[in-house]
């Protein structure tokens, strides 16, 4: 399982890298596909606020124009009803804040209007102080500069003589347009921030601050609209210089956009990228889970059927329908499994060999007991009172076969012996369960066969010997085999016992159910020998073992060792 959750991590961690690798270059690409078109959107928005910035000065030109021909054709102006008249006219029309007309140093006349045009530091300051402005303003050229006020209010002048003035006879038209809030705002796009400065400092910004010495643009970033992830980038700026003045400076129009697009793609891509994880993800655990199986499916195979031969199950075999590098790992493990299974095969049919050593009949006892537990364990199991796994079957089969076994360490004599026993002889007889056990357990992995043998003489009162085991507390296996080696010993000749028919031998099996035999074993021991003529049992239920054992006829389970002869004297 530990392996398995490997495998499937390790898939998950692939996946997750490259939806990570895959999310970082289309954030990145996203962010700068939308930086590229903030700061083209950005673009052209200046040009769109350098263009209305022009239009006004153009507009301003010819309000100036046309106030210079008006007072050129007026003559002297005074401040009469019909003269601010006129003015306001031109002020009205052409959207001016303040005009003034200057005759030499002295201010003729002057006109402003209340909402944006009033206020000291609107006032011209004449001549302006600029010398290249007074210098060109004195030899008659029309000239643009900005005037700062005390209060730090900015203004845009432009100045015009006026056609037909000679000598000190020169007149002057001056337009001034405030360079406020109200002035910018209507320049620069909505949802974004500006700002209008000279060579020096800023001259005016929108939204519309208090002018001051420390203002820069940077202040100008927290009247900005806030996106998500706003922290993150920093906003977009674009300047242009917007207007050229004839002290030989020039107005800059700086603009400055919110990064929301930018956040807004951010969070659109991280989306797209938690999507992309998720599904990923449920795609790498089915993925990885499926391929984690199939490829642990042979080694699990392997780890139980290694896990079953250490506890001794010796018939284990693993499929080998695989070409790869498990299916030949499956492969080496059959052959293991079967060299083992042949070593032990070997080491029984020796055992078998010797307790048939013993005795003459020995062998052929041995014959029938393995194959009527066989048989009665079948019918057992038909019946549906119990169920067998082939590891069972194979248990059974080993300790019916060396049942006897503890016999070798019984002399002759006493095993032959026509007569009555006495007994220490008795006692010796007693003992071949415990022997054979013993015997069977060093062998190793075949602790369950030794366990059956060592209760193979437990009757189902408790008579039996030699732990004195009672009903269930004695292995079904153990059961099995004593009731048909009773039937056997009861059919046979033997050097102690005169063999008796079929029909007396199952008498007394019925007789004994319920004492000696547990009477469910007894039943299907009878329907196992009724079914064939005589005591006899057909070779069709036969395990197969002995016969494996004694026979080359499974060449797939033959052991290395030569086969004993069919029968021995």
């Known amino acids: ?34 930086r590229t078109m903030e700061g083209q959107a950005l673009d052209s928005s200046l040009t769109t606020a350098r263009h209305l910035l022009a239009s006004r000065l153009a507009d301003l030109q010819h309000a100036r124009d046309d106030i ?3 007072a050129a054709e007026a003559g002297p102006l005074s401040p009469d009803i019909a003269t601010l008249g006129r003015l306001h006219d031109f002020l009205a029309f052409y959207r001016l804040e303040r005009v003034e007309v200057f005759h030499g140093l002295r201010k003729e006349v002057e006109a402003y209007r209340w909402e944006r045009g009033v206020g000291r530091s609107l006032a011209t300051a004449w001549l302006p102080p600029k010398p290249q402005i007074a210098a060109q303003v004195a030899f008659g050229r029309p000239a643009a500069w900005v005037q700062k006020g005390a209060d730090g209010l900015a203004s845009l002048k432009l100045c015009s003589a006026v056609p037909g003035g000679v000598g000190d006879e020169r007149r002057w038209v001056v337009l001034t347009e405030p360079l406020d809030g109200s002035f910018l705002g209507r320049i620069i796009p909505v949802g974004l921030v ?104 042979p080694l ?45 095969l070997g080491m029984i049919s020796t055992l078998a060999e010797i307790v048939e050593a013993k005795s003459h009949y020995t062998r052929e006892h041995i014959d029938r007991v393995e194959r009527l537990a066989m048989a009665t364990a079948e019918v057992l199991e038909r019946r549906g009172w119990v169920r067998f796994s082939s590891h069972q079957r194979f248990l059974l089969s080993v300790a019916a076969i060396l049942h006897d076994v503890g016999k070798i360490a019984i002399a002759n004599e006493i095993l032959n012996k026509s007569g009555p026993l006495d007994t220490t002889e008795r006692e010796q007889i007693l003992t071949h369960p415990e022997v054979g056990a013993l015997i069977v357990e060093r062998m190793g992995k075949l602790e369950r ?44 000749k033997r050097p102690y016992s005169a063999g008796r028919s079929s029909e007396a031998a199952i008498a007394e099996l019925r007789t004994e159910a319920g004492r000696q035999f547990d009477p469910v074993v007894v039943e299907a021991l009878i329907e196992v020998v009724t079914k064939e003529s005589g005591a006899d049992v057909d070779p069709s239920s036969d395990s197969g073992l002995y016969r494996v054992i004694h026979s080359d006829s499974d060449a797939g389970y033959r052991l290395v060792s030569a086969p004993p002869p069919a029968n021995r004297a």
Not at 218 to 226: M, R
Not at 461 to 467: E, F, I, K, L
Request: net charge neutral.
């Open 194 to 297: 500006g700002a209008l400065r000279d060579d020096h400092q800023i001259l005016v910004a929108w939204p519309e601050t208090p002018p001051g010495p420390d203002q820069d643009i940077e202040s100008l970033l927290s009247y900005l609209p806030k996106g998500p992830f706003a922290w993150l980038f920093r906003p977009v700026s674009a300047r242009r210089p917007a207007v050229q003045l004839d002290d030989g400076s020039a107005l800059e129009l700086v603009l400055l956009s919110a990064p929301i697009r930018s956040g807004q793609s951010l969070v659109q891509g991280l989306r797209a990228w938690f999507l992309v994880t998720v599904c990923g993800s449920l795609l790498a655990l089915a993925i990885g889970s499926g391929l984690a199986a199939r490829l642990l499916a």
């Open 449 to 492: 066969a030794a366990e059956i043998i060592r209760c193979a003489h437990e009757h189902f009162d408790g008579s039996g010997y030699p732990r004195g085991l009672r009903g269930e507390e004695i292995p079904l296996e153990s059961r099995i085999i004593l009731a048909v080696d009773a039937f056997d010993a009861m059919t046979i």
């Open 68 to 70: 210079s021909t008006f």
């Open 1 to 34: 399982m530990r392996l398995r959750w490997q495998l499937v991590l390790s898939h998950l961690g692939s996946i997750l890298l490259t939806a990570l690798v895959i999310g970082l270059v289309n954030v990145v690409l996203l962010l700068r596909g939308t």
């Open 300 to 344: 699990n195979a392997l780890l139980e059927g290694t896990a079953a031969m250490a506890r001794g199950h010796l018939m284990v075999r693993l499929p080998t329908g695989r070409g790869d590098e498990l299916g030949s790992l499956t492969r080496e493990f059959n052959r293991m499994a079967d060299e083992i299974r042949n070593t032990y």
